[in-house]
């Protein structure tokens, strides 16, 4: 199909009806051309088209430099602004216009070091040459004015310093033989104790307990401890152990096991890696209790007789693993 470009008038060949143009570049002209008209068409009757006269300050201006001399290009509506070419160029401009200020020789009121801090407001009540000068000071004057609480121990009567104002004790191993302060903790475990819900493995032992016939309590406050089950008539403590609580903190239940034991108090241990199924594990707990408290009785060694290591030692982890 022979058409005729009707924006340069070329003769050419296409073979779809929309095609008006010739090629890539009288296409784009006739979109100009209706662009413009749909802008004209757009603009009310009465107002001013102004975006012609716009165009006159995109134009590019030359201008030389007024540091090197060399000539640039810039937009007409930013010609007023700048006056250089580069950076550099500017930052000599700046330089030139702007005059040195010589930096002020001050001596630090706490090291006695002289430094040159920039002239200025805050550089007149400056001080110090660094923030570390500036932080020992203000410590300095706060020990002044704050002087460190100090105390005797009411245990040992060592004199030590208090982080708190009611510390009483210069160590924990004090305060833990402080009698006030341990009936006041039992006081306070005693009201936890009340709302405490026990878990599988510890209603599997009372469930144990209740089926041997044994007079028993459950969560009793000793000292600074709440034991899970405590045989009145044998002076015994029976507790469950869970591996995710109790693998971590083995040294600590020693201790507290050696504590209890100088009360007078034997402490028997079980756990959960033994404790799997609820009839086995009332077995095993019944059975366990029986022949050490047959044996307490009979007034013989338990380490002779029979190394319970097994029920109330932490190896029990090893032999069943």
């Known amino acids: 199909m022979e058409k005729v470009c009707v924006v340069c008038g070329v003769p050419f060949k296409n073979k779809y009806k929309k095609v008006k143009t010739c090629g890539y570049d009288c296409g784009n002209e ?14 009310p009757e009465g107002v001013i088209d102004r975006r012609p006269a716009s165009k006159k300050w995109d134009t590019p201006v030359i201008k030389s430099c007024c540091i090197c001399g060399q000539k640039f290009a810039i937009p007409k509506s930013l010609q007023h602004r700048y006056s ?46 660094s923030d570390d000068c500036r932080l020992e000071a203000l410590n300095a004057s706060n020990r002044q004015h704050r002087p460190p609480r100090t105390g005797t121990c009411i245990i040992c009567s060592t004199p030590y310093r208090k982080k708190r104002p009611t510390q009483k004790w210069c160590s924990r191993e004090c305060m833990w033989k402080d009698e006030n302060y341990i009936s006041r903790r039992s006081l306070s475990l005693a009201e936890l104790a009340k709302g ?34 405590l045989l009145i008539d044998y002076n015994m403590i029976v507790e469950v152990d869970g591996r995710y609580w ?42 366990s209790i029986k022949e050490i408290i047959s044996l307490q009785l009979n007034k013989k060694n338990v380490k002779e007789e029979r190394p319970y290591k097994v029920f109330w030692s932490r190896e029990i982890f090893k032999d069943f693993q």
């Open 30 to 43: 006739l979109k100009k051309r209706k662009n413009e008209i749909k802008r004209a068409a757009s603009i």
């Open 84 to 129: 250089t070419c580069s950076d550099e160029c500017t930052s000599q401009r700046h330089s030139k216009l702007h005059k040195k200020y010589e930096s002020i020789k001050k001596k630090c009121q706490w090291c006695g070091k002289e430094f040159y801090p920039k002239p200025g407001v805050v550089a007149e009540k400056r001080l110090f040459c």
């Open 196 to 229: 405490k819900k026990p878990t599988k493995i510890e209603k599997w032992l009372y469930e144990a307990l209740e089926e041997g016939e044994l007079n028993f309590k459950k969560y009793v406050p000793i000292g600074a401890y709440i034991v899970d089950a």
């Open 246 to 287: 109790h693998e971590k903190k083995a040294e600590h239940d020693k201790l507290r096991d050696i504590i209890l034991s100088k009360k007078g108090y034997t402490t028997v241990r079980f756990s959960d890696v033994v404790l799997k199924n609820k009839k086995k594990s009332i077995q095993i707990i019944l059975e």
